[in-house]
DNA sequence: GATGAATGAGGATTCATTCAT
DNA sequence: AATGAATGAATCCTCATTCAT
């Protein structure tokens, strides 16, 4: 039996899990090991043993959180229909961001940190290229169809997709308080998903049909 | 003489700002009193007279920066035609954000904090209402001029311009990381901002004419 | 009232008191701030407050023990007779390190550390000068007298003296064990100081008298 | 095959080697386990399996490091003439002293402790008798030539000699300070030599010839 | 209003030591 | 003999907050 490792790999689990629950509820300054080991159900020293750092402990929290989405994006299916695609992309996007809020919170604090955190991290292990992939076969099917306008450059597609949902999601309290939008309600929800759905229809697809 | 009222006036704006710079760069939990009062240039027991505990010390700064966005806001001219009245909205949005990213970065604590400590401050200390005044005239002038679609929701049209703004610049250490497109690069920055006026005017304008 | 000062001057003498204690029974690692603070009966926070650095308090205490030592010497007067008055200089220091043996592990420790700490107090401070002007004073008088050798370095002089009364208690348990001569006992300490004036006597005086 | 034996006895070689480096580098508190256990190239468990205790760990670095200098002591061979052998006694002993200043520091350590570890070594250990012998057989050869005085005490010698030597060294970063006299330049230990050889010849040989 | 002194609680990190394999 | 995992107790230092002047 690979026992040692065995042993290794859920420890180092249990303190990954914690750790991402402490620091989404009280960011990079105001979570504490003392609180990610009791959670973990291990000792102190034993969090140091595996991750040296709180800092580096929440790099790989951070690097854990982009791998889950990233795996979650490679492993969808889109509608033939490349407008119905882009529906589901949007749609795809906004929900991940509403059911997984630690994944913003958690590159929230990282853009507060200046991302110095992830600068540390390769590009491969942020498994990035997949997803330009993706919205250039989406746009390339679109164009073929005679549905989307031809050019379109697929980061600016992405990133006018997720500053949408992104905002919709990670700046959910504020707005809330400010203008009385609360995302977190499930019919506004799908109230704004249908205007984030409008919004990209009308800027990818030609107007002349 | 006002003397007394002027220096306490004096010694307030000077512990804001102080405060301000610090929970900026370290974030609500990693701000110290200490250091807010050395560069406030003031003993640390008089921040604690003049603002009680470190949470409303930060409420404090945080109105201050909406109530400077806001005052903004309402100065502002647009032009008579409603399209380069809604470009410029897009130039204004985008380039406050860029060129105050201590507003993005205190929202973004706010947010992380699930906007406790927004929710103790009254909607008209925010001034919120001024702007969907802007954005419902903005639209009325546009639908009257034939331009603009009928029926758009004042709050939904600035959600998706303050969103697309928003998270390029908020987002832009990460975005810069993964998909290396770095909005703090003057080109850049001209770049995106002819995106999301491309997506606000296509999702704003009437697409027969 | 000067009262803020005496106040900090008061706690300031209990602090360095009772680090001096510690340092001397646990040396520089084993020495902890909390004993220092319980024993100086004030808080760990204010020992910083204070000292900064648990280094910076070891240095302060160095420096202590240094003026206490040169202010004594200082004082000394010496019998006008030079030989009975390099007899009382060897009394003088032989006495002065047993009955402080808290100066001599003080030095050792600075000296395991390679003077690290010392090196950053000024000489003044340590009222070198003083000390090398009494031995020169004593010489002069006693190659006057036509007693003592002419051309002797003061500094080689002092350093043989200093070795002599050092060594005898600074290696005094190990000297116990090994030799099984402790200076501790009285009657072993003057036999010792015997030794010493004898070895010193017939370094400094000339022999064809 | 001793191979088993071999490679512990080399082992525990390893770890004293290590473990002298460290003690010496940051006193017995400061070391660590750790420290140690990696320089030696081995687990920290074993290192607590080949010697139980920090504290044992560091008494057996004492004993090699006393039993290095007395196995060197026996074997070294004086000149037949009684001053040289005098001469050569103080060179060798400052120059020991100089070569090796683990040793010292070492035994420094043991005496800011209070000779505690080095109780609990037997004298034949030490190999303290063969000491005092060489300086017997010295003395006697000395007073027989009709050179050195009679009813010296061996011990009472060799503690001067040692005194001298000794602080020289281990005093020599706060004297180097204070006094500007620093031993560790070749030229100031060769005339800090010459005052010890002058001393001891000056204590020891008759003054009428 | 303004200051320096003082506190108590906590927080990151380390370390001697033991356990399981 | 040798290793990697795990622990509990410190230890240094910091910080929000209060007190006395």
Redesign the interface.
């Known amino acids: 039996m690979a026992s040692y490792e065995e042993r290794t790999g859920r420890t180092r689990e249990a303190i990954l899990a914690a750790a991402e629950a402490e620091f989404v509820a009280?960011?990079?300054?105001?979570a504490t090991m003392e609180n990610i080991a009791k959670a973990a159900g291990v000792n102190k020293a034993l969090v140091y043993r595996h991750f040296e750092r709180k800092e580096l402990l929440f790099r790989q929290v951070l690097v854990q959180a982009?791998r889950r989405l990233r795996n979650l994006e490679a492993e969808f299916r889109f509608p033939d229909d490349p407008v119905a695609a882009l529906d589901e992309m949007c749609g795809f996007t906004l929900r991940y961001y509403l059911n997984n809020p630690d994944f913003l919170?958690l590159?929230?604090?990282?853009?507060?940190h200046?991302?110095e955190n992830?600068?540390a991290v390769s590009?491969e292990e942020?498994g990035?290229a997949t997803l330009?992939e993706i919205v250039t076969n989406l746009l390339d099917r679109g164009v073929k169809a005679g549905l989307f306008r031809a050019g379109l450059d697929p980061?600016?597609v992405?990133?006018?997709l997720?500053?949408?949902c992104?905002?919709?999601v990670?700046?959910?309290?504020?707005?809330?308080?400010?203008?009385g939008?609360d995302i977190h309600k499930p019919e506004e929800a799908e109230a704004?998903l249908a205007?984030?759905r409008?919004?990209m229809r009308?800027?990818v697809m030609r107007?002349d049909i």
Chains 1, 2, 3, 4 share one sequence.
Not at 26 to 30: D, K, T, V, Y
Not at 107 to 112: C, K, P, S
Not at 170 to 179: N, S
Request: charged share 20%; no cysteine.
């Open positions: 009280n960011g990079l300054a105001g982009y919170t590159v929230g604090i990282e853009n507060l200046r991302g992830l600068k590009r942020l990035v330009i980061v600016d992405w990133h006018s997720s500053s949408l992104w905002f919709s990670a700046g959910a309290y504020t707005v809330a308080i400010t203008f939008r704004r205007v984030i409008d919004v009308r800027y107007a």
